[in-house]
């Protein structure tokens, strides 16, 4: 008897449970992540969200038949993102850049600096009559470990930044 009950529950709630929408969104990993609940949905992901709206069945009530509105045809979902060969977007793509993007643009402020330090010094030295060959040498060989410190780093970030550029080529990844 109970059996009968829980199908008829079963056969009532079910409609309205899959009436909910879905929504959809990628992380910074490149994992795609979907949940009905837009709270779930991190703060930083919900301007990249695909709401997903379940299938409405319609039917011609004069042929009897039905009607299925795919989910895309939703004017809230949005639109597909595109995506090189193996599924991941440009935010994915985005995010292996950016570390060596800093990296190379911190360098280079950093050796400038390094160098600009070094000007200064040497001309503070020369202004007061200092200059004597020791403390010169000693100035210039700090002033050499952070070149060849900052230049590692720069010419690190330009491998691997080109060594992405051509992974994102074999990828079929949109250039922009």
Request: aromatic share 10%.
């Amino acid at each position: 008897m109970w059996k009968r009950y829980w199908i008829i529950i079963f056969l009532i709630i079910v409609p309205y449970l899959q009436a909910e929408p879905i929504y959809k969104w990628v992380d910074k990993s490149g994992v795609v992540n979907f949940t009905d609940d837009f709270e779930k949905v991190p703060p930083q992901y919900r301007d990249q969200i695909q709401k997903i709206e379940p299938k409405e069945e319609k039917k011609d009530i004069q042929k009897g038949e039905s009607l299925f509105v795919p989910p895309s045809t939703s004017p809230m979902v949005r639109e597909r993102k595109e995506t090189d060969i193996y599924g991941r977007d440009e935010t994915w793509w985005r995010e292996r850049v950016r570390p060596w993007i800093e990296q190379l643009r911190e360098a280079t402020q950093n050796l400038e600096i390094a160098k600009n330090e070094f000007a200064q010094k040497t001309v503070e030295m020369g202004r007061k009559g200092l200059v004597s060959r020791a403390r010169y040498q000693t100035e210039a060989e700090k002033y050499d470990r952070e070149r060849k410190k900052y230049e590692a780093q720069i010419a690190e970030a330009k491998e691997m930044l080109e060594k992405l550029s051509k992974e994102a080529e074999e990828a079929k990844a949109n250039p922009d």
